[in-house]
């Protein structure tokens, strides 16, 4: 029996329990939030598609109980305000520093060996401020949003190809956000052909800059951040969990010296099973991929720091 509790009943944390469900990652599945019945509707929405879907998961809502999230194997926090006009980064670390923490600790009086998947943003920094302040072991604190950054990168890739999305492969690796990643365009193929060979570099920049804003993108187009595929993003980061499948999946995972770096979690390669981060790969990256992630390092770093001089956290 395997059980998951997601935190935060909104677009995306309804839609990552929902494909949890209809793909039958978890026997239980819990959709916890803080406004009174959100999380029950959203329970009861996706059960009522059960018998049409084929699907066997229970879903459960349950407002501000976290008994019900007990013994729970991955837990995963959306939870934390967006952004508004006008707020600046500090206040909004500031606020969702908290959110994130307390919800962290109400999981661990519950399910003290669950594994973090922090989905909640700014997300690297959140996925830094929960590893420092809980005394988890680093392999069980991830950041999900390399599985969203590639997800998007192989998207655009197959556009450009006009070929299935499935039969290409393409990694993100650096920080979460539009200056910040790396889409690793040298490494990227179709079905093991270097898209290098078969894209012109205009082409290939072009899908480079396009997964970089991709974000961006659906927001102007929707109005509001999007929830299909960082829901989706982060039920796959759960799958491979639950089921042991032993995937490389990027992550914002814990540094202690790969590719030179230490005390920072950032997006890199990671293999995923049952204990959560089961290692880190190191790629062989060239001199421009290094100057990239060192770039997206300094840019952590600096959002990282917030932390530090807002009182947030203490050295």
């Given amino acids: 029996m395997s059980k998951v509790t997601v935190v935060g009943a909104g677009n995306v944390g309804a839609t990552c329990a929902n494909v949890l469900a209809v793909n039958e990652v978890a026997n239980e599945i819990v959709l916890i939030d803080i406004k009174e019945g959100l999380a029950e509707g959203k329970a009861m929405d996706i059960m009522q598609t059960a018998q049409l879907m ?4 229970v879903v459960t809502g349950v407002t501000n109980d976290y008994s019900k999230t007990a013994n729970s194997d991955v837990v995963v926090i959306t939870s934390g305000l967006p952004r508004k006009p006008g707020m600046t980064r500090e206040e909004l670390i500031g606020v969702n520093s908290g959110i994130v923490k307390s919800v962290a600790q109400s999981i661990l009086a519950h399910s003290p060996n669950a594994i973090l998947i922090i989905v909640s943003n700014p997300m690297d920094p959140m996925a830094y401020l929960s590893l420092k302040t809980l ?6 604190v991830i950041g999900m949003g390399g599985a969203l950054d590639s997800s998007r990168f192989k998207y655009f890739l197959s556009q450009a190809l006009g070929c299935n999305a499935n039969e290409v492969e393409g990694i993100v690796i650096g920080g979460h956000g539009d200056t910040t990643m790396i889409p690793l365009a040298r490494l990227a193929t179709y079905k093991g052909i270097p ?4 894209l012109t570099k205009e082409q290939l920049d072009k899908v480079v800059a396009d997964t970089m804003v991709g974000g961006a993108t659906l927001t ?3 109005g509001t951040s999007a929830w299909m595929a960082p829901g989706a993003a982060a039920s796959s980061v759960v799958e491979s969990i639950i089921k042991n499948q ?8 814990y540094l202690e010296g790969e590719y030179g770096m230490n005390d ?7 293999i995923l099973g049952r204990n959560g981060i089961e ?5 062989d990256l060239n001199e421009e991929e290094k100057a990239k992630l060192a770039a997206s390092e300094a840019a952590v770093r600096k959002t990282n720091e917030i932390l530090y001089t807002e009182g947030i956290l203490t050295r």
């Fill in 54 to 57: 084929g699907f066997d998961s």
């Fill in 135 to 140: 005394g988890l072991p680093k392999n069980r």
């Fill in 195 to 198: 898209v290098s060979t078969l």
């Fill in 220 to 222: 102007k187009l929707l």
């Fill in 246 to 253: 032993g995937k490389m999946i990027t992550c914002a995972a």
């Fill in 264 to 270: 920072i979690t950032i997006g890199v390669p990671v």
């Fill in 279 to 283: 290692r880190i790969v190191e790629l």
